[in-house]
């Protein structure tokens, strides 16, 4: 079956510190993989994306590359902000849906 | 672009009482997805339709859970007999096929059953 496996939180960083939220996946075939954000208070919302292996999906500072070999999809920032103080989820799609990881929570004090 | 809409955002209801929320798709995408997400969990799928077609259930979809989606456009999920455990917030997505499979998710209904 799909599963995605992450860091487990609560994360808690200073301002312009570098963040990164590990991400592992099983899947059968060639999933699709994303990061989607949860702000207080606000749906989620997609960050990411990456449909192949190598490939690296960015927004918004964040980047993440699609790595095959180590079935990973690691979240990066090289400076991060109080705005970026949210839920984060990795999630896989394969077999017509998303399959979620339990989400990350990251504080970012000024 | 309105993006997808939810109603009702909050439901407090009884036990064993019956429950319906709708989810307006963004216009044009022909998927739409339910998922439950509980507190400190990410969110489960339950179900989605291609245009009016249901094509999946999740085995979390008991039979007292109910989709329709009739005309292809909006959906809704009835829950009926409503239970304790059923309290969740249900999250609507959209996308469209055979485009990428990114799904854009609406702001979710929170159900309380009490």
């Known amino acids: 079956g799909n599963s995605v496996t992450q860091m487990e939180g609560p994360v808690t960083l200073s301002e312009e510190a570098f963040l990164t939220i590990n991400c592992t996946y099983t899947?059968?075939?060639?999933?699709?993989l994303f990061w989607y954000v949860q702000y207080p208070g606000e749906g989620l919302q997609l960050l990411l994306k990456?449909?192949?292996?190598?490939d690296k999906g960015s927004n918004k500072g964040f980047e993440a590359t699609y790595r095959k070999e180590t079935t990973s999809f690691h979240l990066e920032k090289g400076s991060v902000q109080v705005s970026d103080s949210a839920v984060y989820f990795c999630a896989l799609f394969n077999d017509y849906k998303l399959s979620f990881g339990a989400g990350t929570t990251v504080t970012v004090r000024a | 672009d309105t993006g997808v809409s939810q109603d009702p955002r909050h439901k407090i209801t009884k036990r064993g009482q019956n429950v319906t929320f709708r989810c307006d798709p963004i216009s044009e995408h022909n998927r739409l997805y339910w998922y439950r997400q509980t507190l400190g969990q990410g969110p489960e799928f339950l179900t989605y339709?291609?245009?009016?077609?249901?094509?999946?259930k999740s085995r979390l979809l008991s039979d007292r859970f109910s989709a329709e989606r009739p005309k292809g456009s909006f959906s809704t999920l009835e829950i009926q007999r409503t239970e304790q455990g059923d309290s969740a917030m249900y999250l609507c997505?959209?996308?469209?096929?055979?485009?990428?499979?990114?799904?854009?998710f609406g702001p979710g209904t929170r159900l309380t059953v009490t």
């Open positions: 990456a449909t192949k292996a190598d």
């Open positions: 339709f291609q245009n009016e077609a249901q094509l999946e």
């Open positions: 997505a959209s996308s469209f096929s055979p485009a990428g499979h990114e799904q854009y």
């Open positions: 899947a059968t075939g060639y999933p699709s």
